[in-house]
């Protein structure tokens, strides 16, 4: 990579750092590419070289922090605790990333771009799926899991529960506007009507 490749691929690294910065604290629909821009130390037309429009930078973030999402949730699956524990890290990172960008989040995920729905889906199927086989297989074998169940059922419970949430644009809102119920649905979605047993 020569100097002028690298100054690109740092400007458009400092643009994306910048947007994420003021999209988490302001939300996607207040922030203005001028205020990214004055954020990352450069022109607007810079931002336009780089991602082409602001939805086009938005759905980058949004692959952006979808990815980095994954690689938090591998590491947790991969620490030496318990799966109480785990499962406790893992809930309280999803609430926080919905009560994050002014309760915007899933919202710019379902409205997202082709290009950007295909990449959620193929990296739900190839990588988040195969986290999850490998953190409740753990949990069964820790004895948290209740061991009928098999594998495919609670994929595929989980994938009509997600589904489900993002095919509504009410659900959504309701559940990116109130801490307590998003943790309320991922303790229903893992435990059930019945509560966990201690």
């Known amino acids: 990579m020569n100097g002028f490749e690298r100054r690109k691929g740092q400007k458009k690294e400092s643009i994306r750092r910048a947007a994420i910065e003021l999209f988490q604290t302001y939300g996607f629909k207040k922030v ?3 205020d990214i821009a004055s954020k990352a130390g450069v022109s607007q037309v810079t931002i336009y070289n780089h991602f082409g429009s602001k939805e ?13 999402y994954i690689e938090k949730y591998r590491a947790i699956i991969e620490e030496e605790k318990a799966f109480p524990e785990k499962l406790e890290i893992i809930v309280f990172e999803k609430t926080e990333l919905a009560s994050q960008y002014q309760g915007e989040w899933v ?3 379902v409205q997202s771009y082709p290009e950007t729905q295909r990449f959620i889906e193929t990296t739900w199927q190839q990588e988040v799926n195969k ?6 297989e753990e ?3 820790q004895g948290y899991i209740n061991p009928e169940l098999s594998l495919e059922a609670i994929l595929l419970y989980l994938e009509v529960l997600r589904k489900g949430i993002f095919a509504s644009s009410g659900l959504i809102a309701k ?7 998003m943790r309320d649905l991922i303790s229903l979605s893992l435990y059930g009507l019945v509560g966990k047993n201690e």
Do not use: C, P, Y
């Open 32 to 34: 203005t590419l001028s």
């Open 139 to 141: 949990g069964k074998k």
């Open 107 to 109: 919202q710019a995920v």
């Open 175 to 181: 559940t990116e506007n109130s801490e307590k119920l």
């Open 56 to 68: 086009e930078l938005v759905h980058d973030i949004v692959k952006t922090v979808f990815r980095s």
């Open 131 to 136: 986290l999850m086989i490998d953190f409740f």
